[in-house]
Nanobody
Framework: QVLLVESGGGRVQAGGSLRLSCAAS????????MAWFRQAPGLEREFVAAVSRSGGSTYYVDSVKGRFTISRDNVKNTVYLQMNSLKPEDTAVYYCAADLDGNWAYVTAYGGYEYWGQGTQVTVSS
């Protein structure tokens, strides 16, 4: 069992920045592909970014490329999402997710992640 706890959400004006953190406990953190998803009201949960087990590879949805950066610290068992140049359309609940057996080719697939955090709200005002 893996417990994921997100933090760092909040309210910010357009153009601002936030840094989300997700602390993991339980089985060896470095064995998981880690990702961030988000869900806005009335919409489906959307893939945002993923980082490989070693941290050497990352992948982003097109809408956040160049603005968001995902990273991980396998000593601190934490994954981060640095969000810059935030836009009102980034407003959502952001979820951290862990995938033990996943294939990097399918990192955007919501159904492939076994463990999820409780979510943290990000609100960007115009």
């Amino acid at each position: 069992q893996v417990l994921l706890v997100e933090s760092g959400g909040g309210r910010v004006q357009a153009g601002g920045s936030l840094r989300l953190s997700c602390a993991a406990s339980g089985r060896s953190f470095r064995t998981y592909i880690m990702a961030w998803f988000r869900q806005a009201p009335g919409l489906e949960r959307e893939f945002v970014a993923a980082v490989s087990r070693s941290g050497g590879s990352t992948y982003y949805v097109d809408s956040v490329k160049g603005r968001f950066t995902i990273s991980r610290d396998n000593v601190k068992n934490t994954v981060y999402l640095q969000m810059n140049s935030l836009k009102p359309e980034d407003t959502a609940v952001y979820y951290c997710a862990a995938d033990l057996d996943g294939n990097w080719a399918y990192v955007t697939a919501y159904g492939g992640y076994e463990y999820w955090g409780q979510g943290t709200q990000v609100t960007v005002s115009s």
